[in-house]
C-alpha cells in the first residue's frame, strides 16, 4: 500500500481533530495525540536530522490545521504540552501579534528598500507601496483603539 501524501497526512490530522472535537474554542491537543495521528514515533536514539525531520512533519501538518480554523475564526496555539484552540476573547492577542510582525517585516523592507544604492535599486515605486502598506495599518489600528476608548 502507497504511504500517504503530505497533503493527505495533514487533512488526516484535521479530520481527526475535527471527529474528536478538539477543534473547538478552548480545545486542548497533546503532541503525543498529534504523532499518533501523524504516525510519527520518536526514537530513543537517533541523529539530530532525524528528530528535525520529525519536528518539521509535526509543524507542518500544524500549519495547514491552523491555516484551515483561521479561516473559521479559530487560531490553534502551540503550548508546552501540545496544542489549544484559543478563545474567541484571546484572538485578539494573536491578530495583535500578527499585526505587530507585519510592522517588524514592513520597516526592515523600508530600510532595505531605502538603501540599497541606486543602480541596484528598482524604479517600480517599491517604497511607496511599503509605505501605503504602513499607513492604511494604521488607520485600520485607529477605529479598533477608538472603539475601546
Do not use: W
Not at 517600480?124 to 485600520?140: C, G, H, L, P, W
Amino acid at each position: 500500500m502507497d504511504k500517504p501524501s503530505k497533503r493527505d497526512a495533514h487533512r488526516g490530522l484535521l479530520e481527526v481533530l475535527t471527529d474528536r472535537g478538539l477543534t473547538e474554542y478552548g480545545s486542548v491537543i497533546e503532541a503525543s495525540m498529534v504523532h499518533e495521528a501523524l504516525g510519527i514515533e520518536h526514537p530513543q536514539v537517533a541523529p539530530k536530522a532525524v528528530y528535525d525531520r520529525l519536528a518539521m512533519q509535526e509543524l507542518a501538518a500544524i500549519d495547514y490545521c491552523r491555516g484551515v480554523l483561521i479561516s473559521h475564526g479559530k487560531y490553534l496555539q502551540g503550548t508546552a504540552t501540545g496544542y489549544r484552540v484559543l478563545l474567541p476573547s484571546e484572538n485578539k492577542g494573536q491578530v495583535d501579534a500578527y499585526m505587530g510582525s507585519a510592522d517588524r517585516k514592513l520597516s526592515r523592507a523600508l530600510k532595505l528598500s531605502r538603501n540599497t544604492p541606486g543602480d541596484a535599486a528598482s524604479h517600480d515605486q517599491t517604497e511607496a507601496r511599503i509605505v501605503m502598506k504602513q499607513s492604511f495599518r494604521r488607520s485600520y489600528e485607529k477605529p479598533a483603539t477608538q472603539a475601546q476608548t
